[in-house]
């Protein structure tokens, strides 16, 4: 699996943006993706996921959870982070990862089993 993600830009404080992840590869369908985004000097950390099979559910974390949105189009191969009233604090390069077992904990990277390259969010104020 391969993962690219893309749509990532220049943003003022309050704007929206989509960010997309494109799969390649069999079974898209049957991950759990997720997003992480990493600040510079810092480690990653989990912004939000979607399981994968016939669950779907969908978990962020508690500073984007009112903001942003993780969906999936699975005819596309693709996962989706709708960003919404962006904030200073959410320039960072973004991360999208596939994970083939059911059941991870979100935030866990080493659950993750291929990553895609980052896509850079700057948000100005």
């Known amino acids: 699996v391969q993962l690219q993600a893309s749509g990532g830009g220049l943003a003022q404080a309050g704007d929206s943006l989509r960010l997309s992840c494109a799969a390649s590869?069999?079974?898209?369908?049957?991950?759990?993706m997720g997003w992480f985004r990493q600040y510079p000097g810092k480690g990653r950390e989990f912004v939000g996921g979607?399981?994968?099979?016939?669950?779907?559910?969908?978990e962020c974390t508690d500073s984007v959870k009112d903001r942003f949105t993780v969906s999936r189009d699975n005819a596309k191969n693709t996962v989706y982070l709708q960003m919404g009233t962006l904030k200073p604090e959410d320039t960072a390069a973004y991360y999208c990862?596939?994970?083939?077992?059911?059941?991870?904990?979100?935030?866990?990277?080493?659950?993750?089993?291929?990553w895609g390259q980052g896509t850079q969010v700057t948000v100005s104020s």
């Open positions: 590869g069999r079974s898209f369908s049957r991950y759990t």
């Open positions: 990862a596939a994970a083939w077992r059911f059941g991870i904990a979100w935030s866990d990277m080493t659950a993750y089993d291929y």
């Open positions: 979607i399981s994968g099979g016939s669950d779907g559910s969908t």
